[in-house]
């Protein structure tokens, strides 16, 4: 736990940039609405700047605000409860983020492997912004003071070096000011994995859309994804340990776990034993239960652009009352005039 002066206060940000899954949905939005009901302030961004750091199509990127605004509703964040808005509105976060491309050395940012999965063979044709994109994250974080950051798996190294950065500033200026920041990464399915391929997580871009549950799909989709989800031919095992070797068997457990909020030893205890003929269909009637209403609630939501544009301004007014004093503070100490 980060110590004394801070007090606890919980960031995490989504991207912009397409659809939503059911890996975003256990990873990231669930736990969201999970942490606003546990009574500490929650503070919930739509990262646009973050997405065009890969070219976005404006229009898309405006809608796909919009619908993942919808998708943070729809799953339970409540904007009055929960500061709910969208990064660019709150100019902070860039203005802190110049200040962190000067603390973060290029020896750290060249080890990040979202950055080297992203650029992929070509990286001298990627953006600076994408090469970056961790300092303006921990900028995200660290503009609220945040002790506590929920994520999935994949967000691990980029949580690492906010904290790096923290620790940097933090000594070179001789401060306590930023947190060091706790990263949570809980519960069965901090990495829902590919429901055609175990050993890969799912992901919006994967080019098949059977890999994954999308937020928006509707319960017929549902059911036929998980029906059609691959497995082995053992029946499930009774044991965790059983399923250490079959990927595809553990993740579809995973999910059942994270579904139902049971611990994945619950779960073996009910289904152990069982084919994946009887389990699926389980798997798949609380999949449509607690999805379905998500997708037709997001749709409503999506019927009201004024309403959504209303939430994102009345939250990034919020965030501002906060991020603000922090940035003057900040600008103090590292010694602008007129801080
Ligand atoms: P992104 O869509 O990459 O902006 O991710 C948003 C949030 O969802 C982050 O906290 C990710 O760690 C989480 N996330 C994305 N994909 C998965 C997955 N397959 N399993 C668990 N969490 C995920
Ligand atoms: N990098 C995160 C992702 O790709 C999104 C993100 C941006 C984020 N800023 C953040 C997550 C701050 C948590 C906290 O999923």
């Not at 939005?29 to 646009?48: N, P, S």
């Not at 691990?156 to 060091?180: C, M, S, W």
């Not at 798997?283 to 019927?303: K, N, Y």
Request: aromatic share 6%; with cysteine; glycine share 6%.
């Amino acid at each position: 736990m980060t110590e004394a002066p801070f007090t606890p206060r919980v960031f995490s940000g989504i991207q912009p940039s397409g659809g939503l899954t059911l890996g975003n949905y256990l990873g990231a939005l669930k736990r969201f609405a999970q942490a606003q009901d546990a009574g500490v302030e929650t503070i919930y961004c739509m990262v646009d700047l973050h997405a065009i750091t890969v070219w976005q199509d404006p229009e898309k990127l405006r809608h796909a605000t919009r619908e993942l605004c919808a998708g943070f509703i729809a799953s339970g964040v409540d904007p009055e409860k929960s500061i709910l808005f969208n990064q660019s509105q709150v100019a902070e976060h860039a203005q802190l983020a110049w200040i962190f491309n000067c603390v973060a050395r290029m020896g750290w940012m060249k080890r990040m492997t979202q950055f080297k999965d992203k650029a992929g063979k070509n990286a001298e044709n990627a953006s600076l912004g994408l090469f970056g994109y961790p300092a303006l994250m921990a900028a995200d974080i660290l503009i609220y003071h945040a002790t506590h950051v929920p994520v999935g798996e994949d967000q691990k190294q980029h949580l690492e070096l906010t904290r790096d950065i923290a620790t940097k500033f933090n000594h070179d200026y001789g401060v306590d000011f930023f947190p060091i920041t706790e990263p949570v990464i809980e519960g069965a399915a901090t990495r829902v994995m590919s429901l055609r391929d175990g050993s890969k997580k799912m992901s919006k871009s994967d080019p098949s859309d059977m890999s994954r549950i999308n937020l928006t799909d509707n319960a017929d989709t549902i059911a036929k994804k998980i029906r059609k989800a691959k497995t082995d031919p053992e029946p499930l095992p009774s044991e965790v340990v059983g399923l250490a070797e079959r990927p595809e068997a553990r993740n579809l457990i995973n999910i059942y776990a994270a579904l139902s909020d049971q611990s994945v030893e619950q779960v073996m205890r009910d289904v152990g034993g069982k084919a994946f003929s009887e389990f699926k269909p389980m798997l798949a009637d609380l999949a449509v239960a607690q999805m379905s209403p998500i997708s037709t609630e997001m749709s409503r939501l999506m019927q009201d652009q004024a309403e959504i544009d209303r939430v994102l301004a009345e939250g990034a007014g919020r965030a501002r009352a906060i991020a603000a004093p922090i940035l003057r503070k900040t600008y103090e100490i590292v010694g602008m005039v007129g801080a």
